[in-house]
C-alpha cells in the first residue's frame, strides 16, 4: 500500500476506534472513569496515532490478547504503560490523574526486549480486543474476553493487517493464535515467560531479515 493511502486508512480506523461498542469492554477511546483526565479519551487516541505513525515502515505486527487495566487502558498503545510514555516524552502523555504512573509489567518486558533487539520500530504491538475486558463491577481488572468480544476485535486485525501488510505476523500468547491461527506464535511474557518471549520474538524478527 503507498503511503498516502497507507496514511488514509490508519486515519480512518483511529476515527472508529472511539465509535466501537465491543462487547462489555471500557472502549479507553471513548469512556472515561474516575482516574482520568477530562480528556484522557482524546489523549490516548492522539498517542496511538502518534505510535503507529512512528512505525510507518514497520514489517512486523505483534497481536497479543487485550488491552490491560496497567498499559493500553491509560496509554492506548498495546503492551504499553504510563511508565513506558514518559520514558518515550513528549508528545506522548499520561491520560491519568495518579501521581505514579502506571506500569505494566508484561509491557515493560516487551519494550525491553524490543529495544534490546534494535526492533521498537520494527515492530507495531496490537491486541486481538483493543478494548478493556474486566470483571463486572471492577474496572481495575483484567478478565479473558469472550468469543464474541475476539471476534470483533479480529475485524480490526484484519483491517490493520491489510493497511501494514506486515512480513510476519506474530501471535503473542495462546489466546491471541487461537484468534489468529496464521500467526507465528510467540510465548506472552507474563507469568515467568520473559526468556521464552525474548527467544521467540528474535527468531520471529531473524526469519524476515
Not at 54 to 81: K, P
Not at 91 to 96: A, E, H, I, V
Amino acid at each position: 500500500m503507498a503511503d498516502r493511502s497507507k496514511a488514509v486508512a490508519i486515519e480512518a480506523l483511529l476515527r472508529g476506534l472511539p465509535t466501537l461498542t465491543i462487547g462489555a469492554t471500557f472502549n479507553q477511546f471513548r469512556d472515561t472513569g474516575t482516574d482520568d483526565l477530562p480528556d484522557a479519551p482524546a489523549i490516548r487516541l492522539a498517542n496511538l496515532g502518534l505510535y503507529l505513525e512512528e512505525r510507518r515502515a514497520a514489517d512486523v505486527l505483534a497481536v497479543g490478547e487485550a488491552a490491560g487495566y496497567q498499559g493500553m487502558r491509560w496509554s492506548g498503545i498495546a503492551f504499553t504503560s504510563e511508565f513506558d510514555l514518559l520514558r518515550w516524552g513528549d508528545p506522548y502523555r499520561r491520560s491519568s490523574r495518579r501521581p505514579r504512573p502506571w506500569k505494566e509489567p508484561s509491557g515493560t518486558i516487551v519494550h525491553g526486549v524490543l529495544e534490546e533487539l534494535g526492533a521498537e520500530r520494527r515492530v507495531i504491538l496490537w491486541n486481538t480486543v483493543p478494548t478493556h475486558p474486566h470483571l463486572a463491577g471492577k474496572p481495575l481488572s483484567n478478565r479473558r474476553p469472550a468469543r464474541e468480544e475476539i471476534a470483533a476485535g479480529r475485524v480490526l486485525v484484519d483491517r490493520l493487517i491489510e493497511i501494514v501488510q506486515p512480513r510476519i505476523l506474530v501471535g503473542v500468547g495462546r489466546i491471541a493464535c487461537q484468534a489468529l491461527p496464521e500467526a507465528r506464535y510467540v510465548r506472552h511474557p507474563a507469568q515467568s515467560g520473559a526468556t521464552a518471549f525474548r527467544l521467540g520474538m528474535r527468531a520471529a524478527l531473524k526469519s524476515v531479515r
